[in-house]
């Protein structure tokens, strides 16, 4: 059996994606096809807010992104020290399930 060779792929960032979009809520719904998450800001006393980013992935996707985000917090948590969470810790802040997601 052959080592399987890793596939390069040259991935272009504008100026505009480069920017980054903040988010501080993700609103995370699914069906049995796909995961859809909804990036948005809220601010204090404000009681409305706007999706910035919509996501649509597969489940298989999703769950290789959640593997991906778990790996890399690690490392970060092993160089910079463990991130400090508020709020209920197996939710964190903002990021939630939608109602019936």
Do not use: W
Not at 18 to 37: C, D, F, K, R
Not at 74 to 90: S, V
Request: charged fraction near 25%; proline fraction near 7%.
């Amino acid at each position: 059996m052959e080592p399987k060779q890793q596939q390069q792929i040259n991935v272009e960032l504008t100026e505009k994606e480069s920017e980054g979009i903040y988010s501080n809520l993700a609103l995370i719904t699914h069906s049995p096809s796909e995961v859809i998450i909804d990036f948005c800001r809220v601010m204090p006393g404000v009681p409305k807010t706007k999706v910035y980013a919509r996501i649509i992935m597969t489940p298989s996707h999703a769950k290789m992104l959640l593997n991906a985000l778990d790996d890399n917090i690690k490392k970060f948590e092993a160089q910079f020290g463990q991130i400090k969470t508020y709020g209920k810790e197996d939710k964190g802040i903002g990021f939630q399930p939608r109602p019936g997601g």
